[in-house]
């Protein structure tokens, strides 16, 4: 709340952090690739939807599969400070959250106890 306050994180995004991708509507887009999963890929949609920072992250994850592959199957990738596709240096400490509600919906507590600690 504070930092909402101070204009230092969105009201989107701290909703879509909260709830995810809310909709009960399928958009017939399939996800990708096998091994993302499927509330994941919807969530990585809602997320693009909002722009800015976010408007290619579809075609992110399509283009560098092994990439994102990679980064999701580390033991603790929230503790990793290179984000793919350049990520790292686009968003904030708050936005790295986003990426780890997507992809690692089981790291997403350790990540918030380290977003806590910076």
Same mark, same amino acid.
């Given at each position: 709340? %504070?930092?909402?306050?101070?204009?230092? %994180?969105?009201?989107?995004?701290? !909703?879509?952090?909260?709830? $995810?991708?809310?909709?009960? =509507?399928? #958009? $017939?887009?399939?996800?990708?690739?096998?091994?993302?999963?499927?509330?994941?890929?919807?969530? =990585?949609?809602?997320? =693009?939807?909002?722009? $800015? #920072?976010?408007?290619?992250?579809?075609? !992110?994850?399509?283009?560098?599969?092994? *990439?994102?592959?990679?980064?999701?199957?580390?033991?603790?990738?929230?503790?990793?400070?290179?984000?793919?596709?350049?990520?790292?240096?686009?968003? #904030?400490?708050?936005?790295?959250?986003?990426? %780890?509600?997507?992809?690692? *919906?089981?790291? /997403? /507590?350790? =990540?918030?106890?380290?977003?806590?600690?910076?």
């Amino acid at each position: 709340m %504070i930092m909402e306050g101070e204009n230092e %994180i969105s009201k989107q995004e701290l !909703d879509f952090f909260l709830k $995810g991708n809310i909709s009960l =509507a399928n #958009t $017939g887009d399939p996800k990708p690739f096998k091994w993302l999963d499927d509330r994941g890929w919807k969530d =990585a949609k809602r997320l =693009a939807e909002l722009g $800015g #920072t976010w408007k290619n992250l579809l075609d !992110d994850i399509k283009d560098n599969e092994k *990439t994102w592959k990679r980064w999701q199957d580390l033991e603790a990738p929230e503790s990793e400070p290179n984000l793919p596709c350049g990520y790292s240096q686009k968003l #904030t400490e708050f936005q790295k959250l986003l990426l %780890i509600r997507i992809f690692r *919906t089981d790291r /997403v /507590v350790n =990540a918030i106890k380290l977003f806590i600690m910076v």
